[in-house]
């Protein structure tokens, strides 16, 4: 039941993630004006994931505060965490996603459609992961991990607010209602998202989607002697596990992040061939080959340093409010605003 849940689940965020164009990274490049397919100073696809942080910030806390969840327990929320290096994660897996042009996630909704760019950025992304998590780049890692290292008391935000006196209540206003509504009107303030019913659709549904995978792993097949540490939409880890498993299927068995990722496949792919925009694409040049392919390794490091990806940390994780989440979503973000500037200025 988990397994078939989490495919459904990925199935639906392919599904829409490629009809929106869903992608963090080319909102940034438009609100640096980097995109010519938008007028100068719009930005609807950073607006789209604005509004869809919005709605999974807001569905996911009303599953806390109606206890439906414990997102203190997602595995992304962790009490011990070196600031610098989840930071410097983030920064190193925003100069991935920009030299793939594309972030894990996005690389996997390309892949479905016939992008074989991106099957070189999942691949190496992976690899990358992996050789982060149990390789040759566990000691640098591990390295990173160990920059000035923190341990906070309280790991959320809320829980931080609630032990100086805070109820329930005015901790889930003053962390979830009010951000989400600044998000909501930076999204719909300017016409450029509400002129695209697909973008702003697929916002909606992938912030949905994110409170959905929550409720999911906190409910479906839950172990009362061993429960299972919170997901949901993440895709580093979830990578790296699926191509280990085509390697070495004998002996390990097929889980719910695999299934998961199987899920955007047939979704994106589904959607790409119902849509007509599915076709074949390649390298123009030796030089753009390696560019995916360190940019997908880049990711694979500085995403298992940072603990989460752009949905991962950025849409997801930001809903548990964990401190940890903080630095990682900074390094993302300021990392892809400047690594963005800096490539194309070189053009």
């Known amino acids: 039941m988990l397994l078939w849940s989490m495919f459904f689940l990925g199935l639906a965020f392919g599904v829409f993630a490629r009809l929106g164009r869903f992608c963090l990274l080319r909102g940034l490049r438009q609100v640096l004006g980097l995109d010519g397919n938008e007028p100068q100073g719009t930005a ?17 806390q009303t ?5 439906l969840v414990d997102l203190g327990q997602a595995l992304i929320v ?4 070196s600031i610098p290096g989840v930071f410097i994660g983030g920064v190193i897996f925003a100069l991935g996603m920009v030299l793939a042009n594309a972030c894990g996630a996005r690389s996997l909704v390309l892949l479905a459609g016939g992008n074989l760019r991106s099957l070189v950025t999942v691949v190496f992304l992976a690899l990358g992961a992996q050789a982060s998590s149990t390789g040759v780049l566990v000691p640098l890692r591990q390295w990173f991990q ?3 290292p923190t341990t906070v008391e309280h790991t959320t935000l809320q829980q931080s607010l609630m032990a100086n006196g805070a109820s329930g209540l005015a901790a889930h206003a003053a962390l979830a209602i009010v951000p989400a509504l600044a998000l909501l009107a930076y999204a719909l303030y300017r016409p450029a998202l509400r002129r695209s019913p697909a973008q702003w659709l697929s916002a909606v549904v992938i912030g949905t989607l994110v409170a959905v995978g ?3 792993s906190a409910t479906v097949e839950v172990d009362p002697f061993e429960p299972a540490r919170l997901t949901s939409l993440s895709f580093i880890s979830p ?16 889980d719910a992040a695999s299934a998961m990722v199987l899920g955007v496949l047939a979704g994106a792919c589904v959607t790409a061939l119902a849509t007509r925009s599915a076709r074949w694409e390649g390298f123009d ?7 995916s392919a360190a940019g997908g390794w880049l990711m694979g490091f500085g995403g298992l340093l940072a603990a989460g990806c752009s949905i991962g940390q950025v849409l997801t994780g930001v809903t548990t409010l964990a401190w940890a989440t903080l630095p990682a979503v900074a390094g993302i973000v300021l990392g892809g605003l400047l690594f963005a500037r800096l490539l194309a200025s070189r053009h």
């Open 44 to 60: 609807p696809a950073l607006q789209a994931f604005a509004l869809a942080l919005a709605v999974a910030l807001l569905a996911s």
């Open 63 to 67: 599953l806390q505060l109606l206890g």
């Open 78 to 81: 962790r009490p011990g965490f």
């Open 146 to 148: 160990g920059l000035a």
């Open 214 to 216: 929550w409720w999911i």
């Open 239 to 254: 990578m790296a596990e699926t191509l280990l498993y085509v390697q070495v299927a004998v002996g390990r068995e097929f």
């Open 285 to 291: 040049s030796p030089a753009q080959l390696a560019r």
